[in-house]
């Protein structure tokens, strides 16, 4: 068939395939393998035959008013094939999931990792708030504030009471937008149990958003009876072991070699190391479990961690639970052991990783306070602490347990290189 044939064809197979539409019917072949061998038979919609010479004049009109969509063959059906919806087949969805599995486990620890840095910086912001009110509290009272307050001769009860209130709650009316502050110096001459605000809130009960870091899983309210306190996440720096000694009375916090003391009127110039050189606050964890009341006569400080976990007395869960209280074991800490340190023991069959204190500061007029209280944090490998001139530092877990000894004390007069 020539190439004139073929198009000939073509063009009488689009006409019929409208054929309802435009009035044309049907057509046949003649002498298929002859030259020029399709005539078209075309019968109007009126049932006359249009001749050869009408047929094709009408071609034009008719193939212009409805443009041909599709060919036909001699049944009238048309050429064009559906498109067929394409799809994944197995294989490449398997591959695309294994893809998607790839950069999900390439972007998550970017993206853990850029919402710790986050936290962090947070956390860190905190202890600049913490320190820079601790220097406006020296301003104005011409002094630091004291670890706890102890009249030298109560052991029990509320008696006292009043002047056991943290050096955190004390620095609260100078931290910067904290509107609760003011009330809360109005009633520090109360005991911190039942100290209320205004509208009957305790304030021992309140979530003090600057004393927690953003990494605490912990942050929860802890209800004991009619008592209602909450954690914090910075402690005081109280030296290195021996805290308190209440053979000496009201005195005996003078034994403390840290930034803070029981009774403490420390003033800058006490701090002969120099206050770059000495820690304020460090981070600790809330709800920590702790040993405590072994009351043993004074001891050296341990130097591992399996000999603090060998030390007696009775395992509590509280630990770093009240910020309003001033004990070290509340609002404080020790560097007895290096940040982050593991002290691993039994509490009812189950390992725990603890705190121990000799005895709580104000409970015994003999036995001495003696703390290896950590300081810990979530935060990976790190511990943020704050120093007396208030510059804030990331501080290594690794950091050797003699140099961080050395940044507890004011004036141990230790040669110590420190960033």
Known sequence: MSCFDFMHKKVIQMVCARRNRSGFKYFRETAPNQHRSVEPIAVSLDGDILSDAIWWSKLPARLAEEPAVGLADESGRSDRRPSTPSAFTLVELLVV????????????????????????????????????????????????????????VSTAGAAGAALNWSAQARLLPFVEDLVVG?????????????????????????????????????????????EKHFPLNYGVNMGAWYVLDPKSGASGGSVGDGAFQVNGKLTSGKFSDGMTKTLAFSEVRAWTYYVRESGMAFTAAPTDTTSVAALGGTAKNTGHTEWSDGRTHQTGFTSALPPNSRVVKSIDGVDRDIDWTNMR????????????????????????????????????????SDIWKALSTRAGGETIEVD
């Not at 911190?192 to 003090?208: E, N, Q, W």
């Open 182 to 226: 003011a009330e809360i110096q109005h009633q520090l001459q109360k005991d911190y149990h039942t100290a209320i605000l205004t509208d009957g809130t305790l304030i021992s009960s309140l979530r003090i958003q600057v004393l927690l870091c953003p990494s605490e899983i912990n942050a929860v309210l802890r209800i004991d009876g009619t």
């Open 361 to 400: 500061e104000g409970k015994s007029l003999t036995a001495p306070t003696l703390a290896a209280v950590t300081s810990r944090s979530y935060h990976p490998g790190s511990v943020n602490a704050s120093r007396m001139d208030g510059s804030v530092h990331n501080v290594s877990e690794s950091i050797q």
């Open 97 to 152: 999931i294994a893809i998607i599995g790839t950069l999900i486990g390439l972007l998550l620890p970017a993206v853990q990792g850029a919402r710790e840095s986050a936290r962090r910086m947070s956390c860190q912001n905190n202890l600049r708030q913490l320190t820079l009110a601790l220097h406006i509290y020296e301003s104005t009272n011409r002094r630091f504030p004291p670890s706890f307050g102890w009249d030298g």
